[in-house]
């Protein structure tokens, strides 16, 4: 255990089995969560690219793709999908734990850490999201593509061979830019929200009333949290994730990346910024609960030492 000498801050020296540990519980808690809501992301995707979808619902919108191109359209991009969130959240959940405990221990003490945990939230969100995006972008292209373009490629494999040869680490890493913009406010929203949400529930109970708290309570803060923290994590990104879909569309001639955005953001303007947010913010607030408690329960069910607690008691 690392101490500092002038107060009481007492953080977990977490070895290396400890990382592994929270990697592979945010592997499969992301990779499960993301694959479960494909359908709702293929509509979401269609609605934010495709002119044929403007003013579509997601129900609408739903509705018309099953008639005209049938269900399975609603599973295009699981694939990429799936192998894109194992990496991308194990390396965001055990990568949040490694640098929330680095801010911690640079904070230096205890009552310094809690009055700056706001700002170890946002930092450890932040870097952790920047380093798993590394991996995450180049197959999220992939999934776009699949999506927004009939036709693309079969599936995975094919999909993401076809954009590596054809397009090369540009087109690769051509939404990076913009995907860091939206993964990073989604991971300060679902990481920060969350956080604070539970400091609000444990510091309005008293600790007798927090210790004799059953399982089916406990789930029910969990729940409530990671919903809220959902909502939050939809709204902060909501623009970038409509820019990014339609840099990932593949269309048009070449220009700068900056060129690129500024004609996005003409076209769409500010109202289609927004597009597709009802639907996405049903799919996060599922995705970031349902990863929130698979995160808990995979943990515990491993074995793992819980993280570093830099909450405000009263």
């Known amino acids: 255990m690392d101490k500092s000498p002038s107060q009481s801050l007492v953080v977990p020296n977490f070895t290396l089995s400890d990382y592994e540990t929270f990697f592979a519980a945010g592997a499969l808690s992301a990779m499960l969560s993301h694959a479960a809501v494909t359908p709702i992301d293929v509509v979401k995707t269609r609605i934010q690219v495709d002119s044929s979808f403007k003013g579509h619902s997601f129900l609408s919108g739903t509705r018309h793709i099953i008639s005209a191109e049938g269900p399975r359209t609603l599973l295009t991009g699981f694939g990429p999908t799936a192998v894109g969130y194992l990496a991308q959240g194990g390396a965001k959940f055990a990568g949040y734990e490694y640098w929330k405990r680095r801010f ?135 623009p970038a994730d409509t820019l990014l879909s339609k840099i990932n569309r593949g269309h048009g001639p070449r220009r700068s990346m900056s060129r690129h955005l500024i004609e996005i953001l003409n076209e769409a303007g500010v109202k289609g910024l927004f597009a597709g947010l009802g639907p996405r913010m049903i799919m996060t607030a599922g995705l970031v609960s349902s990863q929130f408690l698979m995160y808990g329960g995979i943990k515990e069910a491993l074995g793992a030492r819980s993280g570093v607690e830099i909450h405000k008691e009263k």
């Open 104 to 238: 911690v221990l640079i904070a230096g003490d205890q009552e310094t850490a809690v009055r700056n945990r706001t700002l170890i939230y946002l930092g450890g969100a932040s870097v952790a999201e920047f380093f798993a995006d590394i991996l995450l972008t180049p197959l999220e292209a992939t999934r776009i593509r699949l999506v927004s373009q009939k036709g693309y490629a079969n599936g995975l494999v094919s999909g993401f061979t076809r954009l590596a040869r054809e397009g090369g680490l540009r087109e690769m890493y051509a939404g990076f830019v913009p995907i860091l913009f939206k993964q990073i406010p989604y991971a300060i929203g679902q990481f920060t929200v969350n956080e604070f949400c539970h400091e609000l529930v444990y510091r309005n109970i008293s600790e007798e009333q927090r210790k004799s708290l059953t399982a089916s309570s406990r789930f029910g803060i969990d729940l409530g949290s990671g919903i809220i923290a959902g909502f939050a994590a939809a709204v902060l990104s909501q």
